[in-house]
Structures are given as structure tokens and as C-alpha cells.
């Protein structure tokens, strides 16, 4: 690692990898700090990104940091626990003590899914325990689909989910009474209402093939669709002072996120951010242009601040 960059990224996914692009090319130095544990890793394939549908998560990110190394970016492994401000930008410290200074900084870090108290669905998730229908919807279209209530946001889900197949069933598991309005428009589509708390799963071989129901047995299912909630992964943000904000809908707190302006950049001069840290419904395809706008204005801001260096060292040359 060198001395210092003009740009630091932390967070080597979509987002990361699309800033760092973007900055190389655009002749900035440009380090990538990445802890390899990106979101989608339990996922044998990512959907709906033009041009690479069905392309494996690490195959993205392996061909993404070839391309900006290609153009001069730098990787490091490991993990940023803190940054501080600096006389000339910021100092980041990773978690073997080595020091890194940035003029600028890209904080990419992504969110957590933090997953119901229900046994045996972590080990699951993103292979026959779903969340996203425009990620997984087509692989178990026409299928036997399960949906976990945990609040009234699962009217939205449940609906959603009725347009890749007709075999769906409500758990409502912790969720309270649903509106007569919503239990009407469920049997209008046909969706059936299991009550009664979720307990686990039933996996024969490798394959989920049913919901365990309190007081009813085993429900069969071919998948499950659980609501996690989504938490930032902002604890390097928090250490300059960028706070995070609630994210709601129809007054049901769904996570957290950081509040950023329309370039990404966030209450801390220098510091912004991009990709689902910031939006957690950007899939991989938006965060990966989130990482490119960020990188475009990240350059911008550097070329006013060096422009201006050069004036006012012009101006204390006395020349005129």
C-alpha cells in the first residue's frame, strides 16, 4: 500500500467495485479495503443484471476487480473498524493496526439480513429461504410458496409473490390480526391463511419440503419467503459521525440505512456512500451504478479542491 490515495473504498462489492472503476479510470489512486463476506454469497447466482444474468456473485466481483486493476486500483483484505478526519482528508484504520490515509472516502459496507428467531432457516437463506421476488421469484415459479408474517408487511409480500405462482399460503406466524380489506383481497387470489406460530422447517436430503406449524404439524412447501430486517453495516460511518437513519413502510420499521444526498455524499464533507448501505433495495445491478455515480462526483469534488490548490498557490507566486 502506498502512503496515501486519493480515494479509499471500503466495501469490495458491486458498489465498491463500480466506484473504484470509475475513480481509476479517471487517473485517481484509488485503494479498496474488503472483508469478503459479500451479502449475496449464499446465492448460486445473481438475476437481472443486464448483460450478466444468472452470473455467479464471486464470478461478478472476481471479474470487477480484475477490470480495476487493469487500470491501476489497489486491493487490500481486511477490515476498516474506524476512520478519523485528517489536515488533508481521513485516516482509516484497519483491523491489524495499519494506518491508511484518503483524501476522499467511499463507504460501500452493504447491510446485514437479520433473520427471524425461526430454527433451521439461516442455513437456507438464499437458496430455498427467499426474500426478493425479482432475485428468486422465476427459479420457484409455479411452485408451493410459503410466506412468513412477522407484521402487516406481508400483505405486500404475499400479493407480490401471487404473480409468479398460484400455490401460496400466509404463515401468520407473529403478525397481528390482518384488515378484513387485505384477508378479502387474499381470497380473491386464492392465498390461503395458515394461523399459528412457525417452529422450523422440513428438509428431506437437500431440499425444503415443508413449514412446521404450532398446533397444526407440517405445512408442505417447496419455499419460504421470510422477511429479514435490514441493518447497515455502518459502524466505520458512526466513528466520523455520520448517523443512520429508520427505514419504515406503513409505519413498520424495516431497518436501518444512512441517509445520503443525490451524489451519495453523506453530513461529513468527503465521505460518501453507496449501494445497499444506503438504499437496501438496490439490487446488485443498481448499487453497482449507486458506486459509479458516487465515484463520478467523488472525482468532480477532488478536481474543484486541486484547481483551487492551484489558484491560490498562483496567487502567493504573485502572479496574476
Not at 472503476?21 to 454469497?41: F, W
Not at 464533507?269 to 467523488?298: E, F, K, L, Y
Request: some cysteine; glycine content about 14%.
Amino acid at each position: 500500500m502506498k502512503d496515501g490515495y486519493d480515494v479509499v473504498i471500503v466495501g469490495g462489492g458491486a458498489a465498491g467495485l463500480g466506484g473504484a472503476l470509475t475513480l481509476a479510470r479517471a487517473r485517481r489512486s484509488v485503494l479498496v479495503i474488503d472483508g469478503g463476506a459479500p451479502r449475496n454469497a449464499p446465492a448460486a447466482h445473481m438475476h437481472n443484471y443486464l448483460g450478466r444474468e444468472g452470473t455467479p456473485p464471486r464470478d461478478l466481483l472476481a471479474i470487477g476487480r480484475e477490470e480495476v486493476g487493469e487500470y491501476g486500483g489497489e486491493f487490500v483484505d481486511g477490515h476498516a473498524v474506524d476512520a478519523q478526519a485528517s489536515d488533508d482528508g481521513f485516516v482509516v484504520r484497519l483491523a491489524g493496526g495499519e494506518e491508511i490515509s484518503a483524501r476522499a472516502l467511499l463507504v460501500t459496507t452493504g447491510l446485514v439480513d437479520e433473520l427471524p428467531d425461526v430454527p433451521g432457516i439461516g442455513g437456507r437463506w438464499g437458496r430455498d429461504v427467499l426474500h426478493c421476488p425479482y432475485c428468486h421469484g422465476w427459479e420457484v415459479r409455479d411452485r408451493a410458496i410459503g410466506v412468513l408474517a412477522t407484521s402487516a408487511v406481508a400483505t405486500h409480500q404475499v400479493l407480490m409473490w401471487r404473480q409468479w405462482t398460484d400455490n401460496v399460503i400466509l404463515f401468520t406466524h407473529t403478525a397481528q390480526a390482518f384488515d378484513p380489506v387485505d384477508l378479502e383481497k387474499f381470497a380473491a387470489s386464492g392465498i390461503e391463511v395458515v394461523d399459528g406460530r412457525v417452529t422450523g422447517l422440513e428438509v428431506r436430503g437437500d431440499k425444503l419440503t415443508g413449514v412446521q406449524v404450532e398446533g397444526r404439524g407440517v405445512v408442505a412447501r417447496d419455499a419460504l419467503v421470510v422477511p429479514p430486517r435490514f441493518v447497515a453495516r455502518s459502524g466505520l460511518l458512526e466513528s466520523l459521525g455520520v448517523e443512520t437513519a429508520v427505514q419504515e413502510m406503513g409505519g413498520t420499521v424495516l431497518g436501518t440505512y444512512v441517509p445520503a444526498g443525490p451524489t451519495g455524499e453523506t453530513t461529513v464533507p468527503g465521505v460518501w456512500v453507496a449501494g445497499n448501505v444506503t438504499d437496501p433495495r438496490a439490487q446488485v445491478i443498481s448499487a453497482a451504478a449507486g458506486g459509479v455515480g458516487a465515484g463520478a462526483m467523488i472525482n468532480a469534488a477532488l478536481i474543484e479542491r486541486d484547481v483551487t490548490a492551484r489558484v491560490e498557490a498562483r496567487r502567493a507566486s504573485g502572479v496574476r
